[in-house]
């Protein structure tokens, strides 16, 4: 069975939900290091007072046994304890009694940049609460679950994967990214940046040229794609390759079948290359403002000014840990595409048999 994800929740529900199946039995979790996981994705320089809200940490309903994955689908769960104030605005039935509590208005302020709009148009919505509920980045809390799965599983692999913000607001060192972060603070700004995520310990052979929907690269991208505010990716060198002749655009072999360079980012057709797989992710100014945009009101027409709700001044950091959750498990899909395996145990045996075959020609120092 291929490794797949499904989520559900909304920002102010009562949990946020996901399902992962096709995991190998006997991969040991820790729940501490998931949750460590989601602390990182909450902090950062430039987050909101939500982040005070929270105080996310996983619980397993199914799959797991004594810390250990019985080869079912795991169903993980991360509480929204802010939905106390939302019970009334956000319940999933008809609720009794008069509105009361947060969300018991409609929202008719569509914010440009966010999900609102386009999300009523598409679903016939009256309030665009329905629409910016799930759209919100808050249900990226359960990916990062997801992906810290993905990372035990890689580990055992041999693979470690990271991520870290490498340019907020335009700016690329510690001191300038948070300077510039208490700057857009001040004026009521938001900002964006530009994430890396790089993974070590990489096998080569992972991925595809066989059809455009195997290749790892494609597959990376549209994951990387689908988090909340991000406008563009890149592997290795990206678009600073298009602007190279190609003596200085490609990484030349060596015995050993090592790369001098690492410019592909580890990803040549689709496939890796057994160098470290480098991916970046850019990140648009976040599109809820303490400054409104001009916006029109869905109720009535007019010409106004868009909704207003906390926000965080820029998420960046927060981004990164989201990012290297998505390459994680998109790497480890295509691990166990690659290795397969019902049991951790077949997994390894599959992955040394594999290395073996190859030892011949690959021998990296």
Request: charged share 25%; glycine share 12%; aromatic share 2%.
């Amino acid at each position: 069975m291929a490794l797949g994800l499904v989520t559900a929740g909304e920002s102010h529900g009562p949990a946020l939900v996901a399902i992962v199946t096709g995991l190998p039995a006997g991969l040991a979790l820790d729940k501490e290091m998931i949750d460590a996981d989601l602390r990182r994705r909450q902090q950062g320089y430039g987050r909101s007072p939500r982040q005070k809200l929270e105080s996310d940490e996983v619980e397993v309903l199914a799959g797991l046994r004594h810390g250990l994955t019985l080869g079912t689908p795991l169903a993980l769960v991360v509480r929204n304890r802010d939905h106390a104030n939302w019970t009334w605005g956000m319940s999933p039935w008809p609720p009794d009694g008069d509105p009361s509590g947060k969300g018991a208005k409609p929202v008719t302020l569509p914010r440009p940049g966010h999900a609102d709009l386009a999300g009523v148009l598409k679903f016939g919505h009256d309030d665009v609460r329905n629409a910016l509920e799930r759209a919100s980045a808050r249900h990226t809390a359960v990916h990062v679950a997801a992906g810290s799965v993905a990372k035990a599983l890689l580990r055992e692999l041999g693979i470690v994967v990271e991520g870290r913000p490498v340019e907020i607001g335009g700016e690329t060192t510690d001191e300038a990214m948070r300077a510039a972060t208490d700057e857009a603070r001040k004026e009521r700004h938001t900002l964006g940046g530009v994430v890396e995520v790089t993974a070590t310990g990489v096998m080569p052979g992972l991925g595809s040229y066989a059809e455009k929907s195997d290749r790892l690269d494609g597959r990376l991208a549209a994951a990387l794609m689908g988090v909340q505010a991000v406008k563009g990716v890149e592997v290795g060198d990206g678009f600073a390759l298009a602007r190279r002749r190609g003596t200085e655009a490609h990484d030349e072999i060596d015995p050993g079948l090592e790369r001098r360079t690492n410019r592909a980012g580890g990803l040549e057709a689709g496939i890796t290359n057994g160098e470290p797989l480098v991916v970046r992710a850019a990140m648009k100014p976040l599109p809820t403002l303490m400054r409104p945009l001009d916006s029109v009101d869905l109720a009535t027409g007019e010409a106004t000014q868009a909704l207003v709700e906390r926000s965080d001044v820029q998420a960046v950091e927060a981004l990164a840990v989201v990012a290297e959750a998505t390459v994680a498990f998109e790497l480890a899909r295509a691990a166990l595409e690659k290795l397969g395996g019902d049991s951790l145990d077949d997994l390894l045996a599959a992955k040394r048999h594999y290395l073996e075959r190859i030892s011949a020609r690959w021998r990296p120092r």
